[in-house]
C-alpha cells in the first residue's frame, strides 16, 4: 500500500460517500413501492427464509408491535403469506410470496437502472467508468473482511 495512504482516512471517504450513494438509491420511487421497514423486514425474510414475525423484530431491533404493523401491511398486499409452524402449531411462520420477490426485485432494478442513467450521462469519462467497475468486487472484498 503507498505510504502516503492513510488506511483510517480512505475508510472514512468510502463510508461517507457509500453512505450517500446507498441514502440516494434507496429513496428511488417505484410504482406501489414499499416504505423502509417494509422493504427491510421483506428483504430480511427473503434472506433468512420461513421465520416468526418475533425473530423478524429481534433481527430488526424494533418492538414486536411495530414489526406486526409492518407484517401486516405486507400482508394484506400478499406479499408475504402465513402458515401453522409445522414444528409448532401454536407459532406462525412467515414466507414471503412470489409477489414479495417481485417487489423486491423491481426495487432493486430501479436502484440499478438509476445509477446506469447517471453513469451515462455524461459526468463520468470512460476511464472513470472502468475505474467504478474495477471498484465493485473491492468493496464486496472488504465487506467480506470486516
Known amino acids: 500500500m503507498n505510504d502516503d495512504l492513510d488506511p483510517n482516512a480512505v475508510a472514512s471517504a468510502l463510508l461517507a460517500s457509500i453512505g450517500v450513494l446507498v441514502r440516494r438509491a434507496r429513496q428511488v420511487p417505484v410504482e406501489g413501492g ?3 421497514p417494509e422493504r427491510a423486514a421483506l428483504a430480511q425474510l427473503d434472506r433468512a427464509g420461513p421465520t416468526t414475525s418475533s425473530a423478524l423484530a429481534r433481527e430488526a431491533q424494533i418492538t414486536a ?3 406486526g404493523a409492518t407484517l401486516g401491511s ?3 398486499r ?13 407459532r406462525v411462520v412467515l414466507t ?3 409477489a414479495g420477490r417481485q ?10 437502472e438509476l445509477l446506469g442513467r447517471a453513469m451515462t450521462s455524461g459526468a463520468f469519462t470512460q476511464a ?3 475505474q467504478l467497475a474495477a471498484t465493485a ?3 464486496e472484498r472488504l465487506a467480506q473482511h470486516i
Open 34 to 36: 414499499l416504505t423502509m
Open 65 to 67: 408491535q411495530a414489526m
Open 74 to 76: 405486507l400482508r394484506t
Open 78 to 90: 400478499g406479499l408475504i403469506e402465513s402458515r401453522p409452524d409445522p414444528d409448532d402449531g401454536r
Open 96 to 98: 414471503v410470496t412470489d
Open 103 to 112: 417487489a423486491l426485485r423491481n426495487k432493486r432494478n430501479a436502484r440499478a
Open 128 to 130: 472513470e467508468l472502468e
Open 137 to 139: 468486487p473491492l468493496l
